[in-house]
């Protein structure tokens, strides 16, 4: 194995890699026009409508077109990788699977930068899109890996990645409270990882999912086996928001830079997801356990049900009581991730590809939704319900794309959004003999009623209310041709997924093991 | 080719969103013409043989992973359905002509319902008729929380969550099915034997979620609330089109698929049909809002049409079908005369108002139309809701001769709350104070020539009247299609 060999298999994340430096470098050595304002401790909603324009003239697009062709590149060398391969005992692996979910996740990373361009942008849009490429590697670290410890490292750069692009708004307290809480659930989490990961080491021998399954094909679930088994779990929740690791959620949803929100959302959740499927469906196999009615049996899929029955429930109860559309979404998110979860109690392969096809789909659009958001807020200067109102007549392109995510979220047909809860309900009945599971898809379909409460009211606000009067509104920046667009494709995605998901659904399916 | 009726709906949904406002109440119109006379056609050139079962007209491989086709058929039920979506759909075109608040935007959801109710009903494989089914949900709720009147965004809350609620316990059943047979092919389905202790729990589930739509009591709340806060164009929708969407899939799929299951239920469906037709008849006698009588009629007329299916004989449930059929013709009819003849001229549904007001003189064709709709609505010989009904209590007598005697005892309050509204509304007595004049009421300052009932209306209302007396005057027209369709189902006692 020699390096070059090495570096042709990681192509793609070097290339992201490079991208990033070189977006420091250009950060860096371009002089900025603006001078930097001092911390400010006002409320982001006052502050938000100060200077659109703060942005430095030249330096944002130039970055943002970089990152963006970085990315373009590292899909194209993803595209030519060889099908297969496994280096250093599954620490990088590349299998169908693992290239396309690293293509999505770069696309995903691709319509995050887009988004950048329109926000209140960052002040230092170098770094900024760094760390979004660096924790785009993360996520392909994590995509790629079916090692332990490269799992982790993967979790840490993402992580890391993540807590500074939450607090990236200096200008904005609450964005640096949101940070820290994010910051220190995450940390925790992480020990707990560690702790498992060691603890499974302890017991199996091995990092490599593969020997994992192997070592513990006959092990029994020993109580040091189980404390290993749900502190690893308990990492993932927290990554992907389940119920009760969701309490960072809200506040990295409502204050983080949009971008850095819809990143978290979209991007890193489904990463999150094809990591904790292939741990759970590779590495502990043998532990399945299972989670029908009066059939319990000790394993993970137990585990992962309460979680999902959890989220579910205190996701869709919470967001009833939401008044902005960015923290309804967070607690959305947290219901969502209980759909998804469903998808790996399931366990086979098709409950995986039903669940990443969930998250897929979920992802796109909450990108979406976000970059509505970000349009909302330059032209409103905040993103409460009160700034949604009448946007239908302001714009009606954005309330119809807005009426297809939010319409998506709740499972309403033609979009992909109903399709994938009708995948992975059906998955799920079929998996637990005797329809063991019907419980789990009773609460799901439960909240999926008590959501569409709340889609309908943000729908509401942006159809049905009066727009408020002229005077109250500010002024208008020129419209964003390229991020309608982006919002435009999104909404595009999300009804050609629901119209014919078998474009998605069938490669996911061919590409998972 | 009657598959069209749905990308023809759909296509003018689309052209709605591009094409300027200046076109919309044309191509509303001219879609769902379209849609009718595809409809007439098939019922003109389809052999009546070939409606006896449930025949595909198409059939393409949609997501084969999952066993999902796109899978549309027809047969003598689904036609009469067909139909009577293609009448509502153009008279409410119709009476929406001056409708001027985002019209485009009216007439997209408008279409949707249309689209994805033609939809539902020639469906022949489960998932793409669930996603018809859902799809309708949500264009009615913009339908009414936009376009709408009294405390609008509640009742369209209300009847998009009874709506989705209906639709999450569909959502269960089908599931069962599915998983169960392993197929979403109706047809197939429908040949499975399901094992009986499935069948005892999926049945009610599906059939409870269905009846939702149809307005079963005690589940009915939202059919009043919603066609008094929806405008004229949703409660004609509501009641012509979707209500039927219930009750067809209560038949095609629920009672098709769990035969057990429905068996050993369907004295209980029965039971709240009955409770369902005579309460509703009695809340409906003492209503002062026009919509509101109107509302809980509908409610009491769907409590046949259930009943019809209890029943489960070939002539009962046939009658079901024709009764969806009068039913949606009627309704519309009523709720146009009420909220658009009556409403837009006066401003008030009051009854008390509207009976000092003498409107029959005021306007004679509402006044025609009105009585024509009422006596099709008691069941006067002569009018689609005699044949339906006697149908159905005929068909209904050898299963549960107990419920055909109170209903039939609960036809008197239907008569009586039809001839109640219909005195109040147009043949009241005059106050001596209020000027009248032939065309004008003067209680209303801004009532003018242009007022009067226009050309549009008149053929809206001359579309409905004509079905209900068609229907009325030779239900062999439909019954000879229906029959052979309701004989071929596996429920049958």
Known sequence: ??????????????????????????????????????VSTMPLDQNASGTPAAMPDA??????????????????????????????????????????????????????????TSEKAPRHPGE?????????????LLVGSEELLMIFIGLELLGLSLYVMTAFDKTDVRSAEAGLKYFLFGSTSSAFTLFGISLIYGMSGTTSLAAISENLATASVQPLLAVGLVMTLIAFAFKIAAAPFHVWAPDAYQVAPVPSAAFIASASKVASFVVLGKIVLVGFAPLHGAAAWHAMVAGWSPVLAALAALSILVGNLVALAQSNVRRLLAYSAVAHAGYTLIGLVAGDRDGFSAALFYATVYAITLVGAFGIIAVVRRETGGDDFSNFRGLASRS????????????????????????????????????????????????????????????????????????????????DVQPDLLLRTTVAVLAATVLLLGVAPEILAARILAAVP | MIAWTIYITFAGAVLLLVLPRTFARWIALLTTIAGLALGLIAFVRTPIGDLAHFATIVRVPWVPALGMNYHLAIDGVSLTMVLVTGISAVST?????????????????????????????????????????????????????????????????KLTLYSFFGGMLVFIGILAAYVTAGSLDMNQLAQFQFNPQLQSWAFPVLFLGFAVLAGIWPL???????????????????????????SYAGLRVAMNLFPLGFQMWSKWIAFLAVVGIVYAAAVALRQRDLKFVIGY???????????????????????????????????????????????????????????????????????????????????????????????????????YPLAVWITGAGMVLVAAFTLRALKQSFFGEAEPSVLLQKGRVALDPDWNEQQSITAAEKCGACLLMFATLAVGIYPKLLLDRIMPAVESMRFLK
């Not at chain 1, 943002?64 to 030519?80: E, F, K, N, W, Y």
């Not at chain 1, 900024?128 to 392909?140: K, N």
């Not at chain 2, 009476?95 to 033609?118: I, K, T």
Request: charged share 10%; hydrophobic share 60%.
């Open chain 2, 297 to 399: 009629s509908s409610v009491s007329h769907m409590g046949f049409v259930l009943l019809g299916l209890a029943a489960a004989t070939a002539l009962s449930v046939s009658g079901a079908v024709l009764q969806m059929f009068s039913h949606g013709v009627i309704a519309a009819l009523l709720f146009a005369v009420a909220g658009r003849m009556i409403y837009r001229r006066t401003h008030t549904r009051e009854l008390d108002a509207l009976a000092s007001m003498n409107l029959g003189r005021a306007l004679p064709f509402a006044a025609f139309t009105f009585v024509i709709a009422s006596a099709a609505s008691m069941g006067i010989p002569g009018f689609s809701g005699f044949a339906a009904e006697i149908t159905i209590l005929i068909g209904a007598w050898k299963t």
């Open chain 2, 220 to 246: 009915h709340t939202w059919a009043p609330t919603g066609h008094v806060a929806a405008p004229t164009a949703g409660s004609m929708l509501l009641a012509g089109i979707v209500m039927k969407l219930g």
């Open chain 1, 128 to 140: 900024y899109l760094a760390l979004v490429l660096f924790a785009t590697v993360g996520l392909m």
């Open chain 2, 93 to 157: 075109v119709l009476f929406s002509w001056d409708v001027e608040h985002r019209q485009n935007e009216f007439f997209f959801w408008l279409l949707l319902v249309v689209a994805g109710s033609y939809g539902v009903f020639l469906s022949a494989d489960l998932f793409l008729f669930f996603a018809f089914y859902e799809l309708v949900i949500v264009p009615k709720y913009f339908l009414i929380a936009i376009f709408g009147s009294t405390n609008k965004e509640y009742g369209a809350m």
């Open chain 1, 59 to 116: 330096l944002g697009p130039i970055c943002c077109s970089i990152a963006a062709l970085g990315l373009v590149v590292a899909i194209g060398t993803v595209l030519m990788l060889p099908r297969n391969a496994n280096l250093f005992g599954g620490m990088l692996v590349i299998t169908p699977l693992t290239c396309l979910f690293k293509i999505i996740c770069i696309a995903l990373a691709f319509f995050t930068v887009l988004l950048t």
């Open chain 1, 396 to 475: 009606p392109l954005l309330a119809g794309c807005m009426s297809i995510f939010m319409l998506s979220l709740a499972g309403i047909p033609p979009l992909a959004g109903f399709f994938g809860k009708f995948y992975i309900f059906s998955v799920a009945l079929r998996a637990g003999a005797n329809l063991g599971l019907l419980w789990l898809v009773g609460v799901a379909l439960l909240g999926s009623f008590i959501s569409l409460y709340y889609y309908l009211l943000v729908l509401k606000t942006i159809f049905v209310d009066e727009p408020p009067l002229p005077a109250e509104r500010h002024v």
């Open chain 1, 1 to 38: 194995m020699s390096y070059l060999q090495l570096l042709k298999l990681a192509s793609p994340e070097a290339v992201v890699v490079v991208t990033a430096l070189v977006l420091l470098a250009v950060g860096l050595t371009i002089r900025r026009r603006t001078v930097d304002a001092t």
